[in-house]
T-cell receptor, first 112, second 114 residues
Framework: NAGVTQTPKFQVLKTGQSMTLQCAQD?????MSWYRQDPGMGLRLIHY???????DQGEVPNGYNVSRSTTEDFPLRLLSAAPSQTSVYFC???????????FGQGTRLTVV | AQSVTQLGSHVSVSEGALVLLRCNYS??????LFWYVQYPNQGLQLLLK??????LVKGINGFEAEFKKSETSFHLTKPSAHMSDAAEYFC????????????FGKGTTLSVSS
């Protein structure tokens, strides 16, 4: 079972560049979410989706866009990268919002 | 809105000693609570979860946690620490069945010395 797959694993961007972090799950989960992890800050929710075509903002949504055209995929877009977006990004999926979340291995992003 | 507070960003124990990691939550409805573990350079793995069935929850690797509504707590314990328990631990909450995504605490790093 692949579970939750994130690509790429590592990325270096220049300030102002845009990119998309990919997330795919093969468990037919309706709920998907993106978190960023920074030292001493834990995991903070960026955006989440409760099904195809439905997304909403989390705690730290500024500078990020999401869309959910299929159940399987939930990409995260950085429109104009800033050094403050240097972080480790995790994608998660779950059957419901209150059930166990399954996490990808993370994407380590550095913005210079 | 729900929130989680983990007391102590870093806990150090000796091998064989009791492990106690503290978590307090805030929720306007009966919560669903989780503990996750993260080993270096890896994703998060579920240790255990509370979903209102039993207040004492047993998880993997000998960990357990007790839900105490009166104290709004969900502390994680293990009777005897092992070197392999060294990792970062996260407590998370969902605001009942209306929860749309888990909300995490800031994490506690557990160090185990021989």
């Amino acid at each position: 079972n692949a579970g939750v797959t994130q690509t790429p694993k590592f990325q270096v961007l220049k300030t102002g560049q845009s990119m998309t972090l990919q997330c795919a799950q093969d468990m037919n989960h309706e709920y998907m979410s993106w978190y960023r992890q920074d030292p001493g800050m834990g995991l903070r929710l960026i955006h989440y989706s409760v099904g195809a075509g439905i997304t909403d903002q989390g705690e730290v949504p500024n500078g990020y866009n999401v869309s959910r055209s299929t159940t399987e995929d939930f990409p995260l877009r950085l429109l104009s990268a800033a050094p403050s977006q240097t972080s480790v990004y995790f994608c998660a999926s779950s059957y419901k919002g209150y059930t166990e979340a399954f996490f990808g291995q993370g994407t380590r992003l550095t913005v210079v | 809105a729900q929130s989680v507070t983990q007391l102590g960003s870093h806990v150090s124990v000796s091998e064989g000693a009791l492990v106690l990691l503290r978590c307090n939550y805030s929720s306007s409805v009966p919560p669903y609570l989780f503990w996750y573990v993260q080993y270096p350079n890896q994703g998060l793995q579920l240790l255990l979860k509370y979903t209102s069935a039993a207040t004492l929850v047993k998880g993997i690797n000998g960990f357990e946690a007790e839900f105490k509504k009166s104290e709004t707590s969900f502390h994680l314990t293990k009777p005897s620490a092992h070197m392999s328990d060294a990792a970062e631990y996260f407590c998370a909450v969902s605001e009942g069945q209306a929860g749309t995504a888990l909300i995490f605490g800031k994490g506690t790093t557990l160090s185990v010395s021989s």
